[in-house]
């Protein structure tokens, strides 16, 4: 009795794990080679966008012309030939391809040779992003959200494998500073934000990540880093922040 039941456990753990190893691979599968499940695609150029829903010419030329000319203004040049975007409007398609990250607006990954990066639903004609029927405001806007998620793609290309190592606010920093349209100087964006708690209605206004685009601002601009130094450095964000207030002292 005792090996039959312990033949069934066994039985159903093996099976079990085929199935999540087969969920796993399939995945995997799909973010590398999203195509099957997006029917269209716009441009030829340095930027492909691909979508589950038509693309209209017009605003499509404007998001792409958009995204890159943000792309063209960051201090990491893209070493790519090409990139892809893809915009999964359809609420399963957001599901499955968001899996590692639910709740964002769009995500960038890497697979060693290359990335994708994916965006949730997006407004050509308007340049806005729609996530579940919340339209996104300026500053982050579809050209932000583009040129946001497809500077993890380059940085990563950069570096590697050390872009585990790079700390959250270098990491998501560098692709704020790149995308956001109007980029206000260090001042402006340090007297604007203060001492105040970064929330929503900080958000709204300054983009996802204000307080680690003053470090990225600070450091690039105020202490003339290069991009690879950025990347390179190992503090954490408290230690950023003290470095960026000892100068403030002086
Ligand atoms: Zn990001």
């Not at 943000?70 to 968001?98: C, H, I, M, T």
Request: net charge negative; aromatic share 12%.
């Amino acid at each position: 009795m005792e090996t039959v039941l312990l033949r069934t456990i066994k039985r159903t753990l093996l099976w079990a794990s085929v199935a999540l190893g087969t969920a796993v691979l399939s995945l995997c599968a799909l973010i590398t080679w999203p195509e099957p499940l997006f029917a269209f695609s716009h441009g030829s150029g340095k930027i492909v966008v691909a979508s589950d829903r038509p693309i209209p010419p017009g605003g499509g030329d404007r998001f792409l012309r958009d995204c890159e000319r943000l792309l063209d203004r960051s201090p990491l040049k893209a070493e790519g030939r090409q990139y892809r975007l893809y915009v999964a409007n359809d609420n399963w398609r957001q599901r499955l391809l968001f899996v590692p990250q639910p709740d964002a607006w769009g995500f960038a990954w890497y697979y060693g040779f290359g990335g994708h990066a994916f965006m949730s639903g997006a407004d050509f004609d308007s340049g806005r992003v729609v996530h579940w029927g919340y339209i996104g405001t300026p500053p982050r806007t579809l050209a932000y959200l583009c040129a946001h998620e497809l500077t993890h793609v380059i940085a990563s290309e950069h570096i590697g494998l050390d872009r585990f190592h790079v700390p959250q606010w270098a990491w998501e920093g560098l692709p704020d500073y790149v995308a956001i349209e109007n980029r206000e100087t260090f001042e402006q964006l340090h007297d604007a934000l203060g001492d105040q708690p970064v929330d929503i209605p900080v958000r709204v206004k300054y983009g996802s990540y204000p307080r680690y685009r003053l470090l990225v601002t600070y450091f690039i601009e105020n202490k003339g880093w290069s991009v690879d130094r950025l990347l390179q450095a190992r503090l954490t964000e408290d230690e950023a922040t003290e470095v960026m207030r000892a100068d403030e002292k002086r």
